[in-house]
């Protein structure tokens, strides 16, 4: 037999239009795999993909993102999924007899789980479930085509109507993903193939003999409504027709032109009297285009597209129609965005996202030309950088003796026996500022008046949820007093406090009047004012020193506070997620989030500028998480997340750093006044004190204290400015940590903190000014 009768005996046999549909075999069933055991045996099987125990091992790792299995622990995860079951008879063995290849893929509902979990969370598993029961019909498979394969692939419908009465031809490669071995099979055909192979479980009809007015509405409608209609058709009679049954029967359309990305969006399921194609052919029915010659149908046309929209070559291209070329030109590159353009709008008006009608324009042309190009900067800041004042911390020892009093110091005390006057005043209170605030706020304004030294709140600085009726504020005030006071001591000066002298005037926490006293000890801790700072480094993870812990328990009760250490490594585990799930409300709650990166502050000429809030120096961050920190700046993405339940990665950090720690501390108070200013005040005195002991110990301190406040608002304030999850989270959360710190009714929680064995914090908060707090209004200071 020559080459000749080969060949046509071979295309007599070749069944290539029929089969467009695969066959599936539940894998469970006895009988389907008796059926697919004949079709191996006829040899109609040439090919077998068996992969099914990978899949469901990639199922499993998706489903635990944080997972790392080793290789024998995930393939016992797999057998259990299977429960027993051979793998061979789990699933589905898909059978595509266009290829004659066997696939063996997962269940539908996990073969979708798995396929589209790369889909979240720019689609939720919500909105997939609900594009998942869409039906979609197209007409015209040349952008269409594409279309219908990317709104597959996405998962945006899963049931599709195909029509088209066109087959393939080679001049269609230029812009239709086929192969050559297609040449000559419909294009309804095809994109069903093409569809069915990543997504068997789909659900297409083809139309192979196109639309026509005697289809339309059975295409449209038939076998349940239509959520959508993509018209890319070419024929003008049948565009406008199918656009009319299409408004009567409320479904909307969309157009993608493949010329300049110029997409038509029609909701007539919204607006069941809007004109066709946006009026353009207004006083033109499908009935005046039956029938009509090109030429005639060329101003129509014309008027659908608009000749100012038309791009430079497009315009001549319509002119040579007929004469030097036989159809409009069209590219794969118009065909990819299109689809892109038609699969993104679909998706979205079919979740309620986009309701518009109207004419849109994805020109790349014109999005990427010269001229339009933006010149983009880094936008996560370094892990440190020169704004940051350098933080010293001493090694674990006593105090500094004689010789270290003298070391050179940016603070400097009056000298022993001098007038106080202004000079002094002013020495005294900017080692009252070097003390800590929430946020490094500084929420503190001095007013010297005589002999007195008035300390105010900061009444130009907004209320925020965490300074819970002022207690944050009048603690860090009290921090600031502890501090003046070390220093006038050091310097010869008694210092007289009274909290709270003027019960008509709430802003003024405290007057401290000084008089000499040369004979007084000096405090040694006085020397630590300096050194003292925030470090949220990592230590060793190593047990507190029990002579570092009778220390600070001693400091706390000197100072009439009380301290609870928490030590045990499971205790300290249990207290790392109680933190991490309260720094992740704090991301996830709007209030908290925005006033938290109001405190932040990102480049070097801010921190300059403001000389307050937290320096991102000062956070020990690396590269990874200053990129996560930057992108959870914008509250639009934190908004999503906290939509989804998701956020756990803002729980890593403190679970990482407590882990990190030698105790968590929490220091109360046992103050007569109970819940009141005065608790908070006195408290601020015992914080500084009980810090500045541990930085003379060499320990690492840092605050870990803003779920303290939020107990507060819920339990003294009724949970005002947060909502009913957050309150009833902080329940939750306060009763674990209740389970680590009892609560007692006569104290007052002041602060939690980490204590470790860190290396020196790299970095230390600045300080506003003296002059920008302290101010003088009588001249008897001046002296």
């Given at each position: ?598 405190e932040l502050r990102w480049t070097p000429e801010e921190v300059r500028a403001t000389r307050d809030g937290i320096d991102i120096a000062t ?66 005195r015992a914080l500084q004190r009980l810090w500045l002991t541990a930085t003379s110990l060499g320990l690492g301190f840092q605050p870990v ?11 003294r304030g009724d949970g005002s400015g947060l909502d009913a999850t957050e309150t009833a989270t902080l329940h939750t959360l306060r009763k ?48």
């Open positions: 037999m020559s080459l000749e009768a080969h060949i046509n005996s071979a295309a007599r046999t070749a069944d290539g239009e029929s089969h467009w549909r695969p066959r599936l075999f539940t894998a469970g069933d006895p009988g389907q795999r008796s059926e697919l055991t004949a079709i191996l045996a006829r040899g109609e099987a040439t090919e077998v993909r068996d992969t099914l125990t990978e899949q469901v091992g990639e199922l499993l790792t998706a489903r635990r993102p944080a997972w790392r299995p080793s290789t024998e622990e995930l393939a016992r995860a797999v057998e259990g999924h299977l429960h027993g079951q051979p793998p061979v008879e789990y699933g589905t063995w898909v059978w595509y007899p266009w290829s004659r290849r066997l696939a063996h893929v997962l269940p539908e509902a996990e073969y979708r789980e798995l396929r589209q979990s790369r889909n979240q969370y720019k689609i939720t598993a919500a909105e997939q479930a609900d594009l998942t029961g869409r039906t979609i019909a197209v007409a015209g498979l040349s952008v269409g085509a594409a279309s219908a394969f990317t709104l597959a692939q996405e998962g945006v419908g899963s049931r599709f109507r195909l029509a088209d009465f066109d087959r393939l031809s080679l001049s269609n490669l230029n812009r239709l993903r086929a192969s050559v071995t297609d040449i000559g099979l419909p294009k309804v055909v095809i994109a069903a193939r093409q569809m069915y192979e990543i997504d068997p479980y789909l659900d297409i009809s083809v139309w192979p003999e196109g639309l026509t007015e005697d289809n339309v509405d059975a295409f449209l409608t038939g076998d349940g409504r239509a959520d959508l209609f993509l018209e890319e058709c070419d024929d003008l009679y049948i565009k406008v027709f199918a656009r009319e049954r299409a408004r009567a029967h409320g479904i909307a359309v969309l157009m993608e032109t493949n010329e300049r990305g110029m997409l038509d969006v029609e909701r007539f399921d919204l607006e069941p009297d809007r004109p066709l194609l946006h009026g353009l052919i207004e006083g033109v029915s499908a009935a005046d285009l039956k029938g009509l010659p090109v030429r005639e149908k060329v101003p129509h046309v014309l008027r659908i597209l608009g000749p100012e929209n038309l791009s430079e070559r497009m315009a001549p291209s319509l002119m040579e129609i007929g004469h030097t070329l036989s159809s409009w030109p069209q590219l794969a590159s118009g065909v990819a965005l299109g689809a892109a353009v038609l699969t993104d709008t679909a998706r979205r008006v079919l979740l309620g996202q986009f309701t518009a009608s109207g004419r849109f324009f994805v020109d790349p042309a014109e999005l990427v030309r010269d001229g339009a190009q933006v010149h983009p900067a880094p936008s996560v800041p370094p892990t440190a950088h020169p704004a940051s004042e350098p933080a010293t911390q001493p090694a674990a020892g006593p105090a500094p003796g004689p010789a270290a009093e003298t070391r050179t110091s940016p603070l400097a005390l009056p000298g022993p026996g001098a007038a106080l006057g202004e000079e002094g005043i002013r020495r005294l209170v900017a080692y009252g500022i070097q003390a800590p605030s929430g946020g490094n706020v500084q929420p503190w304004k001095f007013l010297a008046r005589g002999p007195v030294l008035h300390c105010r709140t900061d009444d130009t600085q907004p209320a925020t949820l965490l300074d819970f009726q002022g207690a944050a504020t009048r603690l860090a005030i009290g921090a600031a007093v502890e501090n003046i006071d070390l220093a006038a001591r050091a310097a010869g000066w008694a210092c007289q406090v009274r909290p709270f002298p003027d019960p008509a005037d709430p802003g003024l926490v405290c007057a401290l009047t000084f008089s000499k006293a040369p004979h007084t000890p000096r405090p040694g801790l006085v020397d630590w004012i300096d050194r003292r700072a925030t470090n949220r480094r990592p230590g060793p993870a190593r047990p507190l020193d029990e002579s570092h812990r009778q220390a600070l328990m001693r400091c706390a009760a000197d100072s009439g506070a009380r301290l609870h250490l928490i030590t045990d490594r499971a205790e300290l585990a249990e207290a790392g997620r109680i933190l991490g799930a309260g720094d992740r409300l704090r991301m996830l709650s709007p209030r908290l989030h925005q006033e938290m990166m109001s956070l020990e961050a690396d590269s990874a998480d200053l990129a996560g920190l930057s992108l959870a700046r914008h509250w639009p993405h934190l908004a999503f997340v906290r939509h989804m339940g998701g956020g756990r990665a803002f729980e890593e950090g403190a679970r990482s750093s407590v882990a990190a720690s030698s105790a968590i501390g929490c220091l109360t108070t046992t103050a007569t006044t109970g819940t009141g200013s005065d608790a908070y005040f006195d408290g601020g204290t803003v779920l303290l406040y939020l107990f507060a608002r819920i339990e674990r940590l209740s389970a680590l710190v009892p609560q007692h009714p006569d104290e007052t929680e002041l602060l939690l903190f980490r204590l470790s064995y860190a290396p020196p914090p790299t970095a230390r908060a600045l300080r506003r000014d003296v002059d920008t707090v302290l101010r003088f209004d009588d001249p008897e200071t001046r002296r």
